[in-house]
């Protein structure tokens, strides 16, 4: 949707809320301000540019899908007989399968059991993928598309989040994950792995103790942290995986991507058995994306980025809420 009021009514109206008024319950519940949909606006335009400007082709691909990707702690809402994707990642391989070598999607989707100042059960994710490459060099992508996305947006590459000032110019922070853990948690993940005590640990060690002044990326994750990565060939205990957290916020999850049939079909299977150890529902495998993955995909890098949270940061706002229109607070269905 364009707004098309003249630029008079528009600076006239600038700073004024958006209203939106709960019909079942005769409230009013005020939601993004017009300055902060602008630069939403602002954000998803300068991040097309970006792409258009490499050869990269946008694509979409199905929000309801018989088989949402095996993740343990991801639950995607069922739809029918089918679901509400977590992620278009699967879909995206099937067209590297295909012959397409760079591709990008913006597009909606649902996580259940996620609602907060940071998530919302409905959200938009950006994905991008190229052949040929590996998970180094998608973090050059992502160096590169932060400073245009803010140069482009608020014209310049410093910006101030929760009275912090950060600097997008490299170098950007980079802790590998057991570096992290070891100087923060006091204990070796890759060694020593514990879901139950990483998760925790991640959680209220290590992330809170990361550096704010720039983005901070965590990369080589502990093997069983990413079943859809692939294994360092030097240390297969490592998956080649990195995320990104900018102002305290994790924005971003790379790898490069798995590329073995045998070896994908069998960490699914290893992730049904865990959740079904945790009473969660198994997904069907989605035997078209092992298909496609046995016809070939080849070596390439993948990313997946919350665009709510990248406006957050743009907008310089705390709460989803304020990022993006019509969020389900907890307890409430809009």
């Not at 999607?105 to 938009?124: D, K, L, M, V």
Request: charged content about 25%.
């Amino acid at each position: 949707m364009r707004f098309r009021a003249q630029a008079g009514k528009q600076r006239a109206l600038c700073g004024w809320l958006l209203i939106v008024r709960h019909a079942y319950r005769g409230k009013v519940k005020v939601n993004m301000n017009l300055s902060n949909l602008q630069n939403r606006s602002k954000v998803l335009r300068a991040v097309r540019t970006f792409f258009y400007s490499r050869d990269f082709i946008e694509v979409e691909t199905p929000v309801r899908i018989p088989a949402p990707a095996l993740e343990t702690h991801i639950d995607s809402p069922p739809s029918g007989r089918a679901w509400l994707r977590a992620s278009p990642e699967l879909h995206m391989k099937r067209l590297l399968a295909s012959g397409c070598t760079r591709i990008f999607q913006i597009g909606p989707c649902f996580r259940s059991g996620e609602c907060g100042s940071h998530h919302n059960p409905e959200f938009t994710m950006l994905e991008w993928y190229r052949t040929e490459a590996n998970y180094t060099d998608i973090l050059r992508d992502a160096e590169a598309l932060f400073a245009h996305v803010f140069q482009s947006v608020t014209g310049q590459t410093t910006f101030t989040y929760r009275d912090r000032v950060i600097d997008l110019s490299l170098p950007w922070h980079c802790h590998t994950v057991r570096d992290a853990f070891l100087r923060w948690a006091d204990w070796d993940p890759v060694a020593n792995w514990d879901p139950d005590r990483f998760d925790v640990d991640l959680i209220e060690k290590v992330e809170p103790a990361l550096p704010t002044d720039k983005p901070c990326v965590l990369t080589d994750y502990p093997a069983p942290a990413a079943s859809l990565a692939r294994l360092k060939p030097n240390d297969t205990r490592v998956a080649e995986r990195w995320e990104v957290y900018l102002g305290g916020l994790e924005l971003a999850n790379a790898y490069t991507e798995l590329c073995d049939p045998a070896a994908q079909r069998a960490r699914f299977l290893e992730t049904a058995q865990e959740r079904r150890a945790l009473g969660k529902e198994i997904y069907p495998l989605d035997e078209a994306f092992l298909a496609a993955l046995e016809s070939g995909m080849p070596p390439c890098g993948g990313i997946a980025l919350g665009i709510d949270r990248l406006v957050m940061l743009v907008c310089g706002v705390t709460n989803i809420a304020e990022a993006r229109l019509f969020c389900q607070r907890p307890g409430e269905l809009i």
